[in-house]
């Protein structure tokens, strides 16, 4: 069999920002750029640039992890309490502005065997800002404190888009629950060392491979030792069972039960959003779109030299 030469002789990446990269592309001194939020509104009203935008769905589910092993978050009603005061519809429009799908599951709705979160949406955590201050009232009431008594931080890793869903969040915490919680941004190596005793933290999910498997047993199961503590007897057995279950709707039914304990009954997360892929590419070159992050560069080719 013959292998296909490759059309480029090579590529040369970039190692920058998403912001310099786009200054970088308009020019002229890359071909390919990522895409910054805050710059989509640009690119959307000028038609040559919209003309060389793409966006698809992409391969990460971001999430906040709250840290379960001492307190407040030790209560799933706080997690509630936290999550349910997320506007996630609000959040995608207006910070994120890429065509993110707002989340209430974990796992990224195209992977093998995903619980799809129209179908059980009742039983999951939604923007509800009643219900959100009356979970953390019951809490607040029950330990004799106030929301002023609470001293929490978001840690996330530095990047403006992390920095504007802080704020934008930060904002809705201090709105629904009138609780203040303190923002921290350190470089990424520092943030993946230290997250585990953050209050909470920002997190991504990116599949090493296309099932739910990847994401309920390969991040949340006990064996793993999960950064923000989560633990549960239910919820391990679960996903042991889903991954041997004999068939597909078997697997997505116990799957479905793990996420309601996951980000629910026994809370520990807050999924928010599903990203998209997106990025810009100059006339002239011709490529393939990959929604899974990893590109065929051999196919890759500059025409009209």
Known sequence: ETIPAAKLDEVVFRILDTGPQFDAFQAGELQVSEVESSIIPLIQSDPALAAQYNAA??????????????????????VRAFSAAIDRESLTANVTQAGEIPAYVFALPSMQAAPQQADFIDQLVTYNPEYAKAQLDEYL????MTA???????????????????????AMWADTLGVTVTLAAQEFGVYLESRRDADIWRGAWCFDYPDAN??????????????NGFANAEYDE?????????????RVALYQQAEVILS?????????????????TA???????????????????????
Request: charged share 20%.
């Open 141 to 144: 009431t029950e330990m004799g």
């Open 214 to 227: 990847n994401w309920y047993y390969d991040v949340f199961h006990s064996s793993v030792d999960p950064d």
């Open 283 to 305: 006339p002239g070159v011709e490529r393939t779109n990959s929604i899974i992050s990893r590109e065929y560069y051999e196919k890759w080719d500059i025409v009209g030299q």
């Open 238 to 250: 679960l996903v042991v069972a889903a991954g041997s279950a004999a068939t597909l709707e078997e």
């Open 264 to 280: 629910n009954t026994d809370a520990s997360i807050a999924p928010i959003y599903y990203y998209v892929t997106d990025d810009i």
């Open 148 to 170: 002023a008594d609470l001293n929490l931080t978001l840690l996330f890793n530095n990047s403006a888009l992390h920095q504007s869903v802080a704020e934008a969040i930060q």
């Open 57 to 78: 769905p992409g391969s990460c589910t971001y999430y906040y992890g709250f840290n379960v092993r001492q307190a407040p978050f030790d209560d799933p009603r706080m």
